[in-house]
C-alpha cells in the first residue's frame, strides 16, 4: 500500500489523502480549502491526480473542509462510489447545497462589483452539481466491514466529532500479505454531548492521525456549562436579548440539548428561544433521524421532557419574514443562528439589532478565526462596520471555551494509546505548531515513530 498526502496537511482544511492498495486507487476526503481569498483560490486547481482514474473514495464525515471538493472531483471525471456512514451522506446533501449556495451567491456579487461588464466570476460548483455526486454516495454503519474494490476492505468506527462521523479502517491484500492503514478523521472530545466517544481501533501498520489541538488541553466542559446558566441570568435580568452565532452543524444541536439537560435550573421557559438558520433547522432534522446513533446520556435526554428539538418555547423560523419578526423583541429573546464567526448569515442581521444595546449579550461558543468579525467583537472592538454602516458595540460579549468539537492533545494521546501496537503515525489535518507539540508528546510518551505530512509526500506501508 502507498499512501500520497495532497491536502491538509500542515494546514486545518482540504482533507485529502491518496492510497493505492492492491493496484487500486482510492482517496480518503476530498475538502475545500477555507482561508483567505488566496487559499480559497487553490480550489479550483486541478488535482495531482487524474480524478477519472479514482477507483473509490471514503468520506470520514460531513464537515465542509473533509467534502467540499466532491463536486468539483465528480465534474472532472470521478464516477466510483463514495462510501460513507448513513449520516453523513445525509449530512452531505445539507452542506454541499448550502457551499453552492454560497459559491453562487459570492459570484453573482463579485460580478455585480466589476465595473468593465466582465462577468468572468464562476463558482467552484453549483447546486445543479451536487446532485451527481449524491448518487454515487453509498451509506455505510459503523463496525461493518466492506469490500469496497477487490481485496480492500473498509470499516468505519465511531469517531464522536460530529453525528455520522468515522475513523476509517483500510485493509489491503497485496501479495498474499494483509496491511491495514488506519485515518483518524476528526477525532471528538470524550463526553461531547449527544454523541458517543470516538471508539477505538485494535491496530494500524499506519496511521494518519488529526492533531488540530495536538497541543493543547481544552477547558473542562462543565465549568463552560455551568457559566453558560450563569449569562443567561445575568442576561435576564439586565432585560437584554441572547445572540448566540452558532455552526449548523453540531453546536448549534448541542445548545438545545444543555437547554432541554437544564431547563429548569436555567429558568429557560420565561425566555423565547428562536433557531434562526434553515441550515441548522435541516441538520436538526438529520439528528432527529439518527437518535440510534445517540450515546445513553443522550438518548435519556432526547427521551425526557423537554425534548431539545422540540422545547415549548422553541421557533424555528424559515423564511425572512419570520427572521425579521425576532426584530420585534428587545428583551428575553435567545437567537440562535449562523455563519458561526458572523462572517455571513442571519446573525448579522441580529448583531445589527442588538450590538447597540447595553443589555445585549452576545455568547461565542464555538473557534473565532482571524479576520472574521466574530473575532473582532471577541476581541473587544468598540466599533464594527457591518451593511456599509459603523456600528457602536455597546453589548456584553462573552467567549466560552470548553465545547471544542476535536480531542485535545490528552485526548489524542489516550485514543491513540488504545491501538494495540502502538503504530507508525503521520500527523495531518493541523498547523505546525500544533503538529510539532503533538509529535514530540508521542515520541517521549510512547516511543513511537512520527512524522507530519508533506504536500506530494509519499509512503509505502
Ligand atoms: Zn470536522
Redesign the pocket.
Known amino acids: 500500500m502507498r499512501v500520497r498526502f495532497h491536502g491538509a496537511a500542515g494546514e486545518v482544511t482540504g482533507s485529502c489523502h491518496e492510497v493505492e492498495a492492491n493496484g487500486h486507487r482510492v482517496i480518503l476526503d476530498c475538502g475545500l480549502i477555507q482561508g483567505s481569498a488566496q487559499d480559497e483560490r487553490r480550489n479550483f486547481e486541478p488535482f495531482l491526480f487524474d480524478p477519472a482514474a479514482v477507483d473509490a473514495l471514503v468520506l470520514s464525515?460531513g464537515?465542509i473542509?473533509?467534502c467540499g471538493r466532491l463536486p468539483v472531483l465528480v465534474k472532472r471525471g470521478f464516477t466510483g462510489p463514495i462510501w460513507t456512514h448513513a449520516a453523513t451522506a445525509d449530512l452531505l446533501k445539507v452542506m454541499l447545497e448550502d457551499s453552492a449556495f454560497i459559491a453562487e451567491m459570492d459570484a453573482e456579487q463579485a460580478n455585480k462589483r466589476r465595473e468593465d461588464g466582465h462577468a468572468d466570476h464562476k463558482p467552484l460548483f453549483t447546486r445543479a452539481d451536487v446532485g451527481p455526486v449524491l448518487r454515487q454516495v453509498k451509506p455505510l454503519a459503523y463496525d461493518a466491514p466492506q469490500e469496497i474494490l477487490p481485496g480492500v476492505t473498509v470499516v468505519l468506527r465511531d469517531a464522536g466529532?460530529?453525528l455520522g462521523?468515522a475513523t476509517v479502517e483500510l485493509r489491503a491484500r497485496e501479495n498474499g500479505a494483509e496491511r491495514t492503514l488506519v485515518f483518524s478523521g476528526?477525532l471528538g472530545m470524550k463526553g461531547t454531548p449527544i454523541l458517543r466517544d470516538p471508539a477505538p481501533v485494535p491496530r494500524a501498520d499506519l496511521l494518519l492521525l488529526e492533531s488540530t489541538y495536538g497541543g493543547r488541553a481544552h477547558r473542562e466542559r462543565a465549568a463552560t456549562v455551568t457559566e453558560i446558566g450563569e449569562i443567561l441570568d445575568h442576561a435576564w435580568s439586565d432585560g437584554g436579548n441572547v445572540l448566540i452565532p452558532a455552526f449548523a452543524v453540531g453546536r448549534t444541536q448541542e445548545m438545545l440539548y444543555w437547554f432541554a439537560r437544564y431547563w429548569d435550573e436555567w429558568n429557560l421557559s420565561r425566555w423565547k428561544i428562536f433557531l434562526d438558520s434553515p441550515m441548522a433547522t435541516k441538520v436538526v432534522e438529520v439528528y432527529d433521524r439518527h437518535e440510534d446513533l445517540f450515546d445513553t446520556a443522550g438518548r435519556k435526554v432526547f427521551a425526557g421532557k423537554p425534548h431539545p428539538f422540540r422545547l415549548p418555547n422553541l421557533r424555528y423560523t424559515a423564511d425572512v419574514e419570520a427572521s425579521r419578526g425576532i426584530n420585534a423583541h428587545e428583551r428575553g429573546a435567545i437567537i440562535i443562528a449562523g455563519s458561526g464567526m458572523c462572517n455571513g448569515g442571519r446573525i448579522r442581521h441580529h448583531l445589527r439589532q442588538n450590538l447597540g444595546r447595553k443589555q445585549a449579550h452576545v455568547l461565542f461558543v464555538g473557534y473565532q478565526a482571524h479576520g472574521t468579525l466574530g473575532r473582532r467583537l471577541v476581541d473587544g472592538a468598540p466599533r464594527v462596520r457591518m451593511f456599509g454602516e459603523d456600528i457602536q458595540v455597546n453589548a456584553q460579549r462573552h467567549t466560552v471555551g470548553g465545547l471544542s468539537?476535536h480531542s485535545d492533545q490528552p485526548g489524542l494521546l489516550a485514543w491513540y494509546a488504545q491501538i494495540e501496537n502502538r503504530p507508525r503515525t503521520v500527523l495531518v489535518h493541523g498547523e505546525d505548531d500544533a503538529r510539532e507539540a503533538l509529535a514530540e508528546a508521542m515520541k517521549s510518551r510512547f516511543g513511537s515513530d512520527v512524522s507530519l505530512s508533506r504536500p506530494g509526500m509519499e509512503i509505502e506501508v
Open positions: 464525515h464537515h473542509d473533509h466529532h460530529i462521523s476528526d468539537a
